[in-house]
């Protein structure tokens, strides 16, 4: 298997890497290198529309929606080169990441005219409406419902968890749309607009002290009836088609920055001496070690896939960064020691490295816990038979 790059796609790297550096030591120098998904939103808005401006917010997707049409290769360097770079978490990951490539292969001409400019122009920012109270990790527990009046659907329930929400002007919500449904049954994939009555966005503050999560809350929220993706009750296909976008082309960016913290941990262990130890040397060494079989593994799966949805191998990948995030965690404070427990001020916040220790706790939890994540490698990748459920 070549895992190298051709010329023309060293130059493609070149290209990137220069504009970014640009970029990040000129006009957006403010938020380089932000350690947290929350700060200087309006920043992040601009900076999602510079993205545009250059056709680089969706370099993936076909010319014709704003994108580059890039080659696998192309969007992996890009990934690379624009952690490298230090840029920061895209605000919009959920728009460019998930519902752009689903809308893409299931959404109607319409949607497709309607939803996927404003996205590609970084002037439409989105969230997920998944998961929900009481649910944890079964996405088949949904309660949150849809009921048709003339042209609409109006919703009601609460969806809890909601990445950035409070920073977006959309919502894909998953909602029962069949009364007397249960499980994978009767749900369907709306599209809704969060600037109007009958929602609630609640941030939720964190353990770090952050709010990226949210509660929403829906009471007699509209949604026209063209909103929705694919037909009435093949919204678990639609939402299942999304999240297998979400092991795509963006993980080679979470490596790229992985890389950037595991440094930063290697810099602070030699800072304080104990790089000299035998022992953390060996922990250190460990998690490289992780971080590069992660790399080799994605790049593997990735091209088996053709960066598009993927399946079988790529069912381990979310517990095996989870995992090894969360390790690193514990070996940035077990470095830092009393130094890793003490903010410098209330306003600045944790450290970055101290960040990584609280918000990895949630690693292994989001997006599907690790208990969860087994029954996926179970059933879907190996074939084996389902875990009881209660509701199905």
Not at 66 to 87: C, H, K, S
Not at 114 to 128: D, M, N, S, V
Not at 233 to 255: A, K, N, P, Y
């Amino acid at each position: 298997m070549k895992l190298g790059f051709s010329d023309v796609e060293e130059a493609f790297r070149r290209e990137c890497a220069s504009w970014f550096e640009d970029q990040m030591t000129g006009e957006f120098a403010d938020i380089r290198g932000i350690a947290n998904l929350v700060d200087k939103p309006e920043r992040r808005k601009a900076w999602e529309r510079r993205l545009a401006e250059h056709r680089y917010s969706c370099i993936g997707w076909p010319i014709a929606w704003g994108g580059r049409d890039a080659t696998l290769n192309e969007q992996v360097i890009f990934a690379e080169e624009y952690a490298r770079a230090g840029a920061p978490n895209r605000l919009n990951h959920m728009g460019v990441e998930l519902l752009g490539p689903t809308l893409l292969a299931l959404g109607s001409s319409e949607q497709k005219a309607r939803f996927l400019p404003a996205i590609a122009e970084g002037t439409a920012i989105w969230c997920q409406g998944y998961s929900e109270p009481g649910a944890g990790s079964d996405l088949a527990a949904i309660r949150t419902r849809a009921r048709r009046d003339g042209g609409e659907w109006v919703i009601e329930g609460q969806k809890i968890w909601t990445s950035l929400a409070q920073f977006a002007d959309m919502i894909f919500v998953l909602a029962r749309t069949e009364d007397g449904t249960g499980g994978r049954e009767g749900l369907s994939f709306l599209l809704v607009d969060l600037d109007q009555p009958g929602i609630e966005i609640r941030p939720i503050r964190q353990i770090n002290g952050e709010s990226e999560f949210n509660e929403v809350f829906f009471d007699g929220a509209r949604c026209p009836v063209e909103n929705m993706v694919g037909a009435e009750g093949e919204g678990w296909i639609v939402s299942t088609t999304l999240l297998s976008f979400e092991r795509g082309i963006s993980t080679l960016g979470q490596q790229m920055q992985f890389r950037n913290e595991l440094d930063a941990v290697i810099a602070a262990a030699r800072r304080n001496g104990k790089a000299a130890d035998p022992v953390f040397r060996q922990r250190l060494a460990e998690a490289e070690i992780g971080l590069r079989l992660m790399r080799y593994g994605a790049l593997r799966m990735l091209a088996d896939g053709k960066g598009g949805a993927l399946a079988g191998a790529a069912l381990t990948y979310k517990i095996q960064w989870a995992s090894w995030r969360r390790a690193l965690g514990e070996l940035a404070m077990d470095v830092l020691g009393q130094e890793g427990e003490v903010a410098p001020t209330d306003a600045e916040g944790w450290p970055l490295l101290t960040n990584l220790y609280l918000y990895s706790r949630a690693d292994t939890i989001y997006g599907g816990t690790n208990q969860i994540q087994r029954n996926l490698i179970a059933e879907r990748g190996l074939g084996l038979p389902r875990e009881p459920r209660g509701n199905a």
